[in-house]
T-cell receptor, first 114, second 112 residues
Framework: GPKVLQIPSHQIIDMGQMVTLNCDPV?????FYWYKQILGQQMEFLVNFYNGKVMEKSKLFKDQFSVERPDGSYFTLKIQPTALEDSAVYFC????????????FGPGTRLLVL | QQKVQQSPESLTVSEGAMASLNCTFS??????FRWYRQHSGKGLEVLVSIFSDGEKEEGRFTAHLNRASLHVSLHIREPQPSDSAVYLCAMSIDYNQGKLIFGQGTKLSIKP
């Protein structure tokens, strides 16, 4: 099926530093998403993004989080500054439309904040 | 806030026997239902999507949706050891711009 790529696969960072997670979505997709999965817990929605704007964000999407997709390149999630509780696997997804269109997921970025 | 509960938490099935997984949701507002699976350390792979009551088959995977009983199930025909993974059900509401709400997952193990 369609492939979503995520870079890096793993990232270890000191608390308080900035981190940027990169997502290369399916080429013709228009909707982009970030989800967070803490080890052993449920996958949870963070944010969705369409036409250059955040459409909806959850309470997990703290003020330290931001997303963008400059000039149709990578869809990025930036955390500045990072906190210990940000340690998790972050999954990017994309879909052609919202609602009934399938979201395709990347393999995740494993973020460890020390 | 819609909640999703999956059962069982884990399931072991012999190769070739039918595997059945269940998902219940907290109210009837969801419109779209999907089953994904996640092999250890990997991303999510979509298996089947279902939008109306009844049955939807994709290869060896069949989903059943019954909105009245707030229940969606997944049946895997002739499972193989490579089907061992965590299976996640997810739902969304049409006006929520595609936001998926996930269950906690069922860990499926297929014994050769």
């Amino acid at each position: 099926g369609p492939k979503v790529l995520q870079i890096p696969s793993h990232q270890i960072i000191d608390m308080g530093q900035m981190v940027t997670l990169n997502c290369d979505p399916v080429s013709n997709h228009l909707y982009f998403y970030w989800y967070k999965q803490i080890l052993g817990q449920q996958m949870e929605f963070l944010v969705n993004f369409y036409n250059g704007k955040v459409m909806e964000k959850s309470k997990l999407f703290k003020d330290q989080f931001s997303v963008e997709r400059p000039d149709g390149s990578y869809f990025t999630l930036k955390i500045q500054p990072t906190a210990l509780e940000d340690s998790a696997v972050y999954f990017c997804a994309s879909s052609l439309g919202s609602n009934q269109d399938t979201q395709y997921f990347g393999p995740g970025t494993r973020l460890l904040v020390l | 806030q819609q909640k999703v509960q999956q059962s069982p938490e884990s399931l072991t099935v012999s190769e070739g026997a039918m595997a059945s997984l269940n998902c219940t949701f907290s109210d009837g507002t969801s419109d779209n239902f999907r089953w994904y699976r996640q092999h250890s350390g990997k991303g999510l792979e979509v298996l089947v999507s279902i939008f109306s009551d009844g049955e939807k088959e994709e290869g060896r995977f069949t989903a059943h949706l019954n909105r009245a009983s707030l229940h969606v199930s997944l049946h895997i025909r002739e499972p193989q050891p490579s089907d061992s993974a965590v299976y996640l059900c997810a739902m969304s509401i049409d006006y929520n711009q595609g936001k998926l709400i996930f269950g906690q997952g069922t860990k499926l193990s297929i014994k050769p």
